[in-house]
């Protein structure tokens, strides 16, 4: 190759580079502009959850501390309104509410599109079934001495009969700094929903020790949701003791 | 006298009058440049002359009602200095905490350390900054990292149910913030001068 | 055809003088072994060359102003052909600009190129680097986003920590009380204009001295010009070039063209590649979920901001600042003669060395900037499922807590989460429960108070998820001191045998 020709193609590849520069060719370099995801769709969805939801409620809605929320059950059950209140202004103790402020936060628009398409993306009517016991407790409801017997029953092979949890068993339901710690609706949805990730089974079993298809009727939830939330102790009464 | 006798004084009363000349040019020259070097480094240094206090004004954060006795929100307001270009940065935010009815603090959005943006979590209580990790608690007082000192705050009165605040500075440990009390500008709502949400006589 | 153009250009310098002009110093003498090492200082000048073009070119399209600025970055990042490039090689070339300068400085002061006659080509250098570092970080401003808009405050809160003229400074800086149009367009004066003006004046002066005491041989054991004295060097040298030099055209000239053809290409590159630099947000301070981080050349400033104690922050920044220049500008006074051989210079290679060390770590210490809360963190990084499942229901409340009460800004559980505080994946295995509980109520060091904060069933709660957090087969600290304990008696056993 002689010097002459080695200049020349030297000379075409910086053309051809400039040309790619000139004409704008795609070079990873080039920005590309960010492009906001459309309220409601699954971009939207999926961010909204991780920057507000995944910490607490778990990577893909489960295995968190708190109630997964990829639960087909949980999420046929739950009214919509309640489920934007909760999350616009949180819920008990440790539920902050995502409520639109100056700097974060999500508007209305937001939370009604977020919980519209959780129960698009992770909701399965058919694998949640029919003839769901009501989500929220009915006024007035639930014998808390049918309940006590009902847990220990149903629930005490894991938690022991008093619900003061067991050796090698699941822990105390009945610990009075977790009853402080848990609205009367998460007791309630616990013994509806379990915590099928972690090994608490729905109240359609099967519950260890019971033949399998034996579960908890609505006035069994009721029961046992109402002997649980006895088990509080208010600070004031504490004191009174 | 002879030729280069001649010669020589010529040259002699030119390189005098030369002399003398110079004295005049250079004297001119710097006359000229103090009368141009005067508004040139008064244009450049203006800004550090200027007395800001007096365009400091007390701004309208709005109706106390909305915010909420014990809590801890962000307000943005307008800051009053500014050139025709400040575009989006004179939207100034600042942390609004109401400790009773009556009684507010409102702290500076900067960082004691270097000036960052505090952001308040109301969970915890604590005021973080993204930069360097300074915290502070909600009264504002330093809790830990790098910072030498709690959060800055404004004046603030509430005239008329309405909640004010002294803006228009970024504070530092120079200029921390709170204005002596005889140097501010009362607050005129209807013809009538408030300070500390009393009604003074205008000066 | 040939003839006829060479009559011309005759007549041309015939009547314009410009190879007597220009033929001594493109014909001076330079060692014969100034090789390799020397092509820094060409290259730096190369990437100045580039900044000036590339930064005319960006003028064509930028608004140096406060309501416009971010607009017109956009403009240029998305719709004008070419400006994303443009704006690519200029933040590129800035960044190798400084890098460049570094390495020839290292360069000069190794081979001891700054002592005697060379002092003043020493002392322009640095007012090149400290003129370098203005231009970059002006240039930083003149993206008018969010870390500019944060940088500039940090900035002026750093003049805030001046006794006496520090709120003057503030306001001069600034060009008002606060941050707005007008300190943009007087960074943009200083970053378009002065600066670049004085850099070019600068040069000038640093290429005159050059040309006017000759480049300094490269010192070798027993070779020539290894030791300096003033008595004998300049006619040495003089005999030496005179002897054994070689023209610096096309002789040293032709290494500087390799190398500076090979920096260009991979600069451009590089800007093909990775892109323009920025913006972060819009330089609107009521976002405040913004995470301002300086440019390359500054985040050891930053690192060593974070990592100082409030206690000597001040004498760091008013006093050491000018004392560390003050030393740069001496160093050819405090060592003008002598071997210039860097084995033979003991001080000035291990601060050398040091300095780099010291920068390297810094600067990577400012890209993690393990200081910093994830502010965020609380609610997007995941209890990871290991420290979920078999968990009890009141420790499941505690990790709750741990998220709810922004513990994870600061602190990670299995790596994730903010690295401000330690992690507390295994943070049963080096505190007791009741350490937990004190940890949390009182703080610590460079951790809040929670005390205030968390009712008695949240502290509970929280303790009890903590000390489940120990790796399978680790037995959690069950008291102070416990297993400090064994450790001396396992001491003692050894020490016996």
New interface residues.
């Given amino acids: 190759m002689t010097l002459y020709s080695l200049g020349f193609r030297l000379l075409g590849g910086t053309l051809l580079a400039l040309a790619m520069v000139g004409c704008d060719w795609h070079l990873p370099g080039k920005p590309i502009k960010p492009v906001e995801p459309k309220i409601g769709s699954r971009a939207h969805f999926e961010r909204v959850y991780f920057v507000h939801c995944l910490g607490c409620h778990g990577p893909e809605g489960r295995n968190g501390p708190a109630r997964p929320l990829s639960d087909p059950m949980y999420l046929a059950s739950i009214p919509n309104a309640t489920f934007e209140k909760v999350v616009e202004e949180g819920h008990g103790v440790l539920m902050p509410g995502f409520k639109k402020t100056p700097f974060s936060g999500l508007t209305p628009e937001e939370i009604s599109a977020f919980t519209t398409s959780i129960k698009t993306y992770w909701g399965d009517p058919k694998k949640a079934g029919s003839d769901l016991p009501p989500y929220a407790q009915p006024a007035g409801s639930g014998n808390v001495k049918t309940g006590k017997s009902t847990f220990a029953t149903y629930c005490g092979a894991c938690h022991g009969d008093d619900g003061a949890g067991k050796e090698g068993g699941a822990g105390s339901v009945v610990n009075n700094f977790y009853l402080e710690l848990v609205s009367d609706q998460a007791l309630r949805s616990t013994v509806i929903f379990g915590r099928t990730d972690l090994g608490c089974p729905t109240y359609r079993g099967p519950y260890p020790g019971m033949p399998e298809g034996k579960g908890l009727s609505p006035s069994d939830i009721d029961d046992v949701t109402a002997w649980l939330v006895s088990n509080r102790v208010s600070i004031s009464e504490e004191a009174k003791q | 006298m002879t030729d280069s006798e001649h010669a020589n004084s010529e040259e002699t009363s030119t390189s005098s009058r030369r002399g003398f000349m110079f004295k005049i040019g250079a004297g001119l020259v710097g006359i000229g440049g103090l009368l141009i070097a005067a508004p040139v480094l008064g244009y450049i240094?203006a800004?550090?002359?200027?007395n800001?206090e007096k365009r400091?004004a007390w701004i309208d954060l709005g109706e106390i009602k909305q915010f909420p006795v014990g809590e801890t929100?962000?307000?943005?307001y307008k800051?009053p200095?500014?050139?025709?270009?400040?575009?989006?940065?004179?939207?100034?935010?600042c942390w609004v905490r109401r400790t009773s009815d009556s009684t507010f603090q409102i702290f500076y959005?900067?960082c004691a350390?270097?000036?960052?943006?505090?952001?308040w979590?109301?969970?915890?209580?604590?005021f973080?900054?993204?930069?360097?990790?300074g915290?502070y608690?909600e009264d504002g007082s330093r809790?830990?990292?790098?910072?030498?000192r709690g959060l800055y705050e404004y004046d603030w009165q509430v005239v008329r149910s309405k909640l004010y605040v002294y803006g228009?500075?970024?504070p530092?440990?120079?200029?921390p913030g709170k204005t002596p009390k005889d140097d501010i500008t009362p607050l005129t709502v209807d013809g009538v001068g408030y300070l500390d949400g009393k009604a003074v006589k205008s000066t | 055809m040939m003839s006829s153009l060479k009559t011309a250009w005759a007549w041309i310098d015939d009547r314009t003088g410009v190879m007597a002009m220009l033929g001594p110093p493109m014909k001076h003498h330079v060692p014969r072994n100034a090789k390799w090492w020397y092509v820094f200082g060409s290259c730096t000048l190369l990437f100045f060359t580039i900044q000036i073009v590339t930064g005319i070119c960006l003028a064509l399209v930028y608004a140096p102003s406060g309501d416009s600025a971010y607009n017109s970055l956009l403009y240029l990042d998305y719709v004008v052909p070419g400006g994303w490039m443009l704006r690519a090689i200029h933040a590129w070339s800035s960044n190798a600009m400084v890098f460049m300068m570094l390495v020839h400085m290292t360069q000069v002061f190794l081979h001891g190129a700054f002592k005697f006659p060379r002092e003043m080509t020493w002392i322009f250098g640095v007012a090149l680097m400290l003129t370098t570092l203005a231009l970059a970080f002006t240039g930083q401003v003149m993206r008018w986003d969010s870390d500019a808009y944060w940088g500039v405050g940090i900035g002026a809160s750093m003049m805030g920590r001046i006794p006496y003229i520090g709120g003057w400074l503030t306001h001069l800086i600034l060009g008002g009380p606060i941050i707005g149009g007008d300190t943009l367009s007087r960074f943009f004066t200083l970053h378009v204009f002065v600066l670049p003006g004085a850099m070019i004046g600068l040069i000038g002066g640093h290429l005159m001295l050059v040309l006017r005491h000759g480049i300094s041989e490269e010192p070798k054991k027993g070779g020539p010009g290894e030791f300096v004295d003033k008595e004998t060097y300049r006619p040495a040298y003089k005999e030496r070039m005179k002897k054994h030099g070689v023209p610096f055209f096309p002789d040293a000239a032709q290494r500087d063209m390799v190398f500076c053809g090979i920096m260009l290409i991979v600069l451009v590159v590089v800007a093909a590649w990775y892109g323009p630099i920025g913006p972060s947000p819009r330089p609107d301070p009521a976002n405040i979920l913004v995470n301002p981080r300086p440019d390359f050349p500054f985040l050891w400033i930053f690192a060593i901001l974070a990592l100082l104690t409030p206690t000597i922050e001040d004498y760091l920044i008013i006093v050491a600042a000018p004392v560390v220049l003050m030393v740069l500008f001496l160093v050819p006074f405090l060592a003008g003669t002598g071997s210039r051989l860097a084995s033979s210079r003991p001080i000035a290679s291990l601060s050398v060395i040091l300095l780099i060390t010291g920068l390297l770590v810094l600067s990577w210490l400012g890209v993690t900037s393990p200081w910093s809360p994830h502010m965020q963190a609380w609610t997007s990084d995941a209890v990871p499922p290991v420290f979920v499942k078999g968990r009890t229901p009141i420790e499941l409340q505690g990790a709750i807590v741990l998220q709810h009460s922004q513990c994870r800004n600061c602190h990670s559980l299995d790596g994730l989460g903010g690295k401000r505080g330690p992690e507390l994946g295994d943070v049963a295995t080096r505190l007791s429960r009741d350490q937990i509980i004190r940890q949390v109520q009182q703080g610590d060091g460079n951790m809040p108070a929670f005390g205030k904060n968390l009712s008695s069933a949240e502290t509970d709660a929280l303790a009890a998820f903590l000390h489940s957090c120990h790796p399978v087969g680790v037995r959690p600290a069950d008291r102070p001191g416990a297993r400090l304990k064994q450790l001396k008696q396992l001491d003692k056993a050894r020490s016996a045998n």
Avoid: D
């Fill in positions: 240094f800004p550090a002359f200027t800001w400091r929100v962000l307000a943005v800051n200095i500014f050139g025709p270009t400040v575009g989006e940065a004179n939207e100034i935010p959005i900067n350390h270097l000036g960052c943006p505090v952001h979590f109301a969970e915890s209580k604590l973080m900054c993204p930069c360097h990790g915290v608690y809790a830990s990292g790098p910072p030498p228009g500075e970024i530092n440990l120079q200029i």
